[in-house]
């Protein structure tokens, strides 16, 4: 499936907080919040465990539950490859009891026993087309596998990013929050001077308010980011577990030519449609087999008084009546049906890998953008309304708008890295690209 993507963040107002690859620092002036009197640091517990995107899909392709049921399905199907190649047992019958003299001249007996064995003998395509169909079950569970695999590891991979990008986020918003507290303590000392209106305490009270209720809501949903993702590994992270990563780390795919040709090749959905199908034929394989005459070799031993006879004989089944049009049909059908599906899901994996590479495009071209220059010119207007504050020039209201502005430029700088590593998991969930060491 599709792996899932964050929603844009809603703009609001904010300082110049750092993003990771850009070049904004904290902003020097009036918005700048006072350097604190000096305190005893006190140093933060270091997370237990500290991983990387791709030690955490390691980890999540071991811990998780579906992708044990899936090589479980393989256990399952290779057994059917056993039974399906399994000769067919013969048959033991064995009778005796007393005789009756029916005639006063006949000698009665005592003992009158008779052994018969009977033995199948197999229908030689049958046996082939059955067992060549549990060997498809097999190749169609290995791809069932590959196919979970790609999902889980893309889901994680996207989970983890947007638990970077939700914690960028809650930095910033944190920063928004103490800076407000700040805004409003300065704006309070010049309304009680007499060198501001009242009006502009309030729009602070206002500002500082909203900036908590984000703050909290920042954090609380990069908490659900986390729980997301320890979700996906089936509880095998630690609650206080950190990811060793960076929205900004650089992307590398192979041309799209490339990709259109090894992606139908190498999708695990395909290959295991693909089995399917093959499976779905040789059921119609084995179902016309079975309309062919089966025999049965009967040995029979019979022992009495008088007499010891041995019979060798043919047990042959003709289908006279019923040839087993239903059950050829039925697989006729089934083997539509499913080369249906294979050539809808081709054509539809090929249109999701165009849709997935214009994404990236986009993405691409958005993070270009704003490091072209867009973030720059948002700080730079953002330090000259707060050097026109200054000097009385303007307003604390065009202060905070310009504020709100570069906020929602950095917010949508995050959201279009995101958005980028998005795109490309989806492209490498496609092609099945992941990391495959130490899973055997």
């Excluded at 060793?244 to 992307?251: H, I, N, T």
């Amino acid at each position: 499936m599709p792996a899932p993507r964050s929603p844009a963040l809603p703009p609001a107002t904010m300082p110049g907080p750092t993003v990771p690859g850009s070049a904004t620092g904290r902003l020097p002036g009036l918005l700048t919040p006072a350097a604190p009197g000096p305190t005893m640091p006190t140093p933060a517990a270091p997370p237990s465990q500290v991983l990387t995107i791709e030690e955490l899909q390691r980890l999540g392709l071991k811990a998780n539950g579906l992708v044990q049921a899936a090589n479980f399905q393989i256990k399952a199907a290779e057994a059917g490859v056993t039974g399906a190649s399994a000769y067919p047992n013969p048959q033991l019958t064995f009778m005796a009891g007393p005789q009756h003299a029916r005639i006063p001249q006949a000698q009665p007996s005592n003992s009158h026993r008779q052994f018969t064995i009977s033995q199948t003998i197999e229908n030689p395509f049958l046996r082939s087309a059955r067992i060549g169909s549990a060997e498809a079950g097999v190749n169609a569970s290995h791809a069932g596998l590959e196919q979970v695999r790609a999902d889980l590891s893309a889901q994680l991979r996207v989970a983890a990013y947007e638990l970077i990008l939700r914690q960028e986020v809650a930095r910033v918003e944190a920063s928004v929050s103490d800076l407000m507290e700040e805004i409003r303590r300065r704006v309070k000392v010049r309304v009680d001077v007499g060198e501001a209106p009242r009006f502009e305490l309030i729009r602070a009270d206002t500002e500082v308010l909203a900036a908590a209720s984000r703050r909290e809501a920042a954090l609380l949903n990069a908490h659900r980011a986390r729980i997301a993702l320890r979700q996906l590994t089936a509880g095998a992270l630690q609650p206080d577990f950190q990811i060793e990563g960076s929205l900004a780390q650089p992307v590398s795919l192979p041309p799209l030519e490339e990709l259109r040709e090894t992606v139908p090749a190498v999708n695990p959905e395909i290959t295991r449609l693909e089995a399917e199908w093959k499976r779905a034929r040789l059921r119609i394989d084995q179902e016309r087999a079975a309309v062919l005459p089966s025999l049965t070799v009967l040995l029979s031993n019979f022992q009495e008084a008088q007499y010891t006879s041995n019979l060798a004989g043919l047990n042959v089944t003709i289908p006279l009546f019923y040839q087993r049009r239903g059950e050829i049909n039925a697989a006729v059908a089934d083997s539509e049906r499913a080369r249906g599906i294979l050539e809808f899901r081709r054509f539809e994996i090929g249109q999701l890998l165009e849709s997935a590479w214009q994404a990236k495009q986009i993405a691409q071209r958005r993070v270009e953008m704003f490091d072209g220059g867009l973030v720059k010119e948002a700080e730079k207007a953002l330090e000259i309304a707060q050097a026109a504050y200054r000097f009385g020039e303007r307003g604390l209201i065009e202060v905070l708008d310009t504020q709100r502005m570069l906020r929602g430029v950095l917010s949508d700088f995050l959201q279009a890295r995101f958005d980028l590593q998005a795109a490309v998991t989806e492209i490498d969930r496609l092609r099945a690209y992941y990391p495959k060491e130490d899973l055997e």
